[in-house]
T-cell receptor, first 113, second 114 residues
Framework: AQSVTQLGSHVSVSEGALVLLRCNYSSSVPPYLFWYVQYPNQGLQLLLKYTSAATLVKGINGFEAEFKKSETSFHLTKPSAHMSDAAEYFCAVRPYGNNRLAFGKGNQVVVIP | DAGVIQSPRHEVTEMGQEVTLRCKPISGHDYLFWYRQTMMRGLELLIYFNNNVPIDDSGMPEDRFSAKMPNASFSTLKIQPSEPRDSAVYFC????????????FGQGTRLTVV
């Protein structure tokens, strides 16, 4: 089955510093890819998605992600972290022609003042 | 639309009891997903439906778990009998047709089995 790998369960970043969360997928055929955010005691909310229209995807709250086929990656970035970015972030994959939606293990982001 | 609605938000039950979790997807959505979230295992896909028909239930842990979707606006996840290791947050999500579409999540049901 298609899967995504997120390394480093906990990520600490200083306020104002770059946020970088890595996501790699396992597939020879590029799937559709998503980043979700989960705030405490809430459901998951879509940040952005890759659907092959453009390799650089901009999402909400200043986040963006770049799809790189050669690296089978879809890393999430934000130039300057804000305290409100403290949350858990999930990368998800939905294979082309298949509607199964599977998630990575997630990254818990802590923002240090 | 009010989004995906799950009930109850919290459930505490004793080991051996039957537990039923409920979900109302977004109107017009063709797909419904049930996930379980724990610290140890992360977010696991249990089962998903397309037009009320179960498509993939390979993630259902064991026979104690069952899920139904009797119509387009309602789904249940039942655990019978419940065990302490079933304690987790259970999420329901729905989406439109097409693997390029995102899923919308409910607020989850936090289940505690004592």
């Amino acid at each position: 089955a298609q899967s995504v790998t997120q390394l480093g369960s906990h990520v600490s970043v200083s306020e104002g510093a770059l946020v970088l969360l890595r996501c790699n997928y396992s597939s020879s055929v590029p799937p559709y890819l998503f980043w979700y955010v989960q705030y405490p005691n809430q459901g998951l909310q879509l940040l952005l998605k890759y659907t092959s229209a453009a390799t650089l995807v901009k999402g909400i709250n200043g986040f963006e992600a770049e799809f790189k086929k050669s690296e089978t990656s879809f890393h999430l970035t934000k130039p300057s972290a804000h305290m409100s970015d403290a949350a858990e972030y999930f990368c998800a994959v939905r294979p082309y022609g298949n509607n199964r939606l599977a998630f990575g293990k997630g990254n818990q982001v802590v923002v240090i003042p | 639309d009010a989004g995906v609605i799950q009930s109850p938000r919290h459930e505490v039950t004793e080991m051996g009891q039957e537990v039923t979790l409920r979900c109302k997807p977004i109107s017009g959505h063709d797909y419904l997903f049930w996930y379980r979230q724990t610290m140890m295992r992360g977010l696991e896909l249990l089962i998903y439906f397309n037009n009320n028909v179960p498509i993939d239930d390979s993630g259902m842990p064991e026979d104690r778990f069952s899920a139904k979707m009797p119509n387009a606006s309602f789904s249940t996840l039942k655990i019978q009998p419940s065990e302490p290791r079933d304690s987790a947050v259970y999420f329901c999500a729905s989406s439109l047709e097409g693997s390029n579409t995102e899923a919308f999540f409910g607020q989850g049901t936090r289940l505690t089995v004592v």
